[in-house]
């Protein structure tokens, strides 16, 4: 029976084929170290095989088990550049800070693929990304994109697709068009956390699983961080906990807040089908992102980002087989296998937050949905700053991000009202 995860609904398909999933041991009693680390999502377990690597002591410590949040459960996707297009962040930030975040994003992209291989890590990489309109009114930006990311970013990867050739390219007519990415593609992500830690260990990191923090404290140049069986004492921490942290530090609950990410897998639709015969994933223009994809063995992976009022398997499930009909009515009444979902960390900006919460103590999370490349090599960056080089690391501490509105106690409300209010407007 494949592992169910205690703080996720729904057992996914990545769990059913990830092969085998090392436990690692439970905290018992104090200990010390350079860096303690508690997550052990994509963030947390690169920088622990980076600090290793480097020489440091490090512990990690997770709640749960390695990849339980939503490294081990997301879409796969990893896109180009950051989560804003980088003509957005040119505009807001000027050409050579977005220049700087687009070059950090593209190198973070082949850090992982350089990372998995040289790792022996099979990560079920496969290449091609497309990103679709669905308002005829969108198409005149995703044209202008196109142009601009070759011409003033030097990314030559990006091609407007017309109506005619994205139906043909997705094998759906639900779309105007938008844009072919050639540049990226799509991982199996359980595979590559289970793999990094992996990697991790072998390097001297200590892993402890089922082992939660919770207190931080920071005075006299030192951190501790309780746990249920004892207390680690350490140089610095890197708290990498992402949407699954909210009580544990004040200053990353106001700046990050979770919301719910649910997909679905069917069963294998054949080779002849007609579903992304090029098997490319795709990405919407909905602020309620639908993202989908086929997988090595065939099968249609839909998600979407909806905070439903019933997260159990069947809800779940009978609310994305309604999306996939509409994208695909041939698809209407296929066999779903896996129906699962998870938490990301958004910030009100989509930028990630990456900040000095306390005196040592760096918390680093809110990639938006475009997670699986940029915090993997967040994790690698912490690593470099606590080695002495803080320069890239900083271009991303140094992003502005305001705080959600309303307080802790009227923030998960504000978020639901304007979830509710920008999926209404996807409608219209």
Not at 116 to 134: C, F, K, L, R, W
Not at 307 to 333: F, H, K, M, N
Not at 336 to 342: F, V
């Amino acid at each position: 029976m494949p592992y169910q995860s205690p703080i996720s609904p729904g057992i996914s398909w990545y769990e059913s084929t990830v092969g085998e999933r090392p436990e690692y041991g439970r905290l018992d009693g104090d200990a010390r170290c350079d860096v303690v680390v508690i997550g052990g999502g994509f963030t947390g377990v690169s920088a622990a095989v980076h600090l290793a690597k480097a020489g440091v002591n490090v512990i990690l410590i997770e709640a749960h088990r390695i990849g339980d949040g939503a490294s081990g459960r997301n879409g796969g996707q990893m896109g180009t550049g950051q989560r804003a297009w980088p003509e957005e962040l040119e505009e807001e930030l000027g050409f050579t800070r977005a220049k700087a975040l687009f070059d950090l994003a593209e190198e973070a992209k082949h850090h992982l693929l350089d990372f998995a291989e040289t790792n022996g890590i099979e990560i079920d990489y496969m290449p091609g990304q497309i990103s679709v309109a669905h308002k005829k009114r969108y198409l005149k930006d995703y044209r202008a994109h196109a142009e601009i990311m070759a011409t003033r970013f030097g990314y030559p990867h990006v091609s407007y697709i017309d109506g005619d050739e994205a139906a043909s390219l997705l094998g759906s007519r639900r779309y105007h068009g938008g844009v072919r990415d050639t540049g990226t593609g799509h991982i199996h992500p359980m595979k590559l956390v289970v793999g990094s830690a992996r990697i991790a260990a072998e390097a001297g990191a200590r892993l402890c699983e089922k082992t939660p923090a919770t207190r931080i404290v920071s005075e006299a140049g030192k951190v501790r961080v309780s746990t249920p069986n004892g207390t680690i004492t350490a140089d610095k921490c890197l708290m990498a906990t992402n949407a699954y942290g909210k009580d544990l530090e004040p200053k990353t609950a106001a700046h990050l807040m979770p919301i719910g990410s649910f997909i679905a897998a069917t069963e294998p639709l054949g080779e002849d089908s007609d579903v992304l015969p090029g098997r490319e994933a795709v990405d919407d223009s909905r602020f309620v992102v639908r993202y989908f994809r086929r997988t090595k063995d065939g099968r249609l992976l839909f998600g979407g980002r909806e905070a439903y009022s019933q997260s159990t398997p069947a809800a779940i499930e009978e609310l994305l087989r309604r999306q996939i009909a509409e994208v695909y009515p041939q698809l209407d009444g296929v066999k779903i296998t896996h129906a699962w979902g998870g938490y990301v960390g958004i910030t009100m900006p989509r930028k990630p937050f990456v900040r000095e919460v306390m005196p040592n103590v760096i918390s680093a999370g809110g990639y938006s949905g475009h997670g699986v490349m940029l915090s993997n090599f967040t994790g690698k960056l912490y690593a470099e700053a606590v080695s002495g080089n803080r320069d890239r690391l900083k271009l991303l501490e140094e992003l502005k991000i305001p705080s959600f509105p309303g307080g802790s106690m009227l923030r998960p409300a504000l978020l639901f009202l304007a979830l509710n209010w920008y999926a209404l407007r996807d409608r219209i």
